[in-house]
């Protein structure tokens, strides 16, 4: 079993910026680095949806549209983490965001191929 922990939420002014991290652990958990990473957020009312994934190496990144040139993943697997960091923020990006970890490849943009789930850190832009 493998638990992933998120933190570095919380409320900022739109423009502003935020590092979300997530930390993995578990009593099986083999080793962070082959697992590949990946960042999603679900807002009030609407389905989950992936935001960006990184490979198990960290050379290979992938990113939706909407966030784009403006939020960057990163990883140190001597840390076990996982990084997102949130700038140029607006209100649409308003949700909790969650991190997930799956150890095949490619990065998937589909929640269900993802076998583990953080739960979660509340992120709210103000306009």
């Known amino acids: 079993q493998v638990q992933l922990a998120e933190s570095g939420g919380g409320l900022v002014q739109a423009g502003g910026s935020l590092r979300l991290s997530c930390a993995a652990s578990?009593?099986?958990?083999?080793?962070?680095?082959?697992?590949?990473m990946g960042w999603f957020r679900q807002a009030p009312g609407k389905e989950r949806e992936f935001v960006g994934g990184?490979?198990?190496?960290?050379?290979?990144?992938y990113y939706a549209d909407s966030v784009k040139g403006r939020f960057t993943m990163s990883r140190d697997n001597a840390k076990n983490t996982v990084y997102l960091q949130m700038n140029s923020l607006k209100s649409e990006d308003t949700a909790v965001y969650y991190c997930?970890?799956?150890?095949?490849?490619?990065?998937?943009?589909?929640?269900?191929?993802?076998?583990?789930w953080g739960q979660g850190t509340q992120v709210t832009v103000s306009s």
């Open positions: 990184i490979s198990w190496g960290g050379s290979s990144t």
């Open positions: 997930s970890c799956r150890r095949s490849f490619p990065i998937s943009t589909n929640p269900a191929a993802y076998a583990y």
């Open positions: 578990g009593r099986t958990f083999s080793t962070f680095r082959n697992y590949n």
